[in-house]
């Protein structure tokens, strides 16, 4: 029997008999990844399942007016418009102060200000990245030294 490794997840799967060009296993999140790699190449190579599927998306939101507005509303995106509100803010100031830190002031992981711990910075953040077009980016971040005392799961 054929052994593949899968192209997702790595693990290491029989191999189905009738599909010798298998890349992927069989679980949800590795068959999602097949799909989405699948569509993104098709979406470059294949102009008339572009335009296709521009159309498609397009009659959907024009069936479903509400749903922007609606999903705009959830508290995930009010917190990131929040954020990101407080981000622009900060950012015309600095332009209007003409001051430049260069470096430093780029890719700023902004700080979920509620969330801050006196003993350390993990909490969750909004990485605002500093290019306009990227979208910001909810992370988890830990301090390693937290988890370094006696107690806590993963003390060495
Ligand atoms: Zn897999």
């Not at 599909?19 to 296993?25: D, G, T």
Request: contains cysteine; positive net charge; proline residues 4%.
């Amino acid at each position: 029997m054929k052994r593949i490794d899968c192209a997702h997840c790595g693990e290491s799967v029989v191999a189905s008999s009738r599909n010798p060009k298998q890349e992927y296993c069989g679980k949800p999140a590795c068959q999602r990844a097949r799909k989405t790699k699948w569509e993104s190449q098709k979406i470059k190579t294949d102009p008339d399942y572009r335009a296709n599927r521009r159309d498609s998306q397009k009659t959907w939101a024009e069936e479903n007016p509400d749903y922007q507005k609606q999903y705009k509303k959830t508290p995930r995106q009010v917190e990131r418009n929040r954020i990101l509100q407080k981000v622009r803010y900060q950012r015309q100031k600095k332009k209007k102060a003409c001051l430049d830190e260069g470096g430093l002031s780029k890719n700023v992981a902004k700080m979920d200000a509620l969330k801050f711990n006196k003993t350390g910075i993990s909490g969750t953040f909004w990485l605002v990245p500093s290019v306009a077009k990227m979208d910001a980016l909810m992370v988890q971040i830990t301090d390693i030294k937290e988890t370094m005392r006696p107690g806590v799961e993963g003390f060495l």
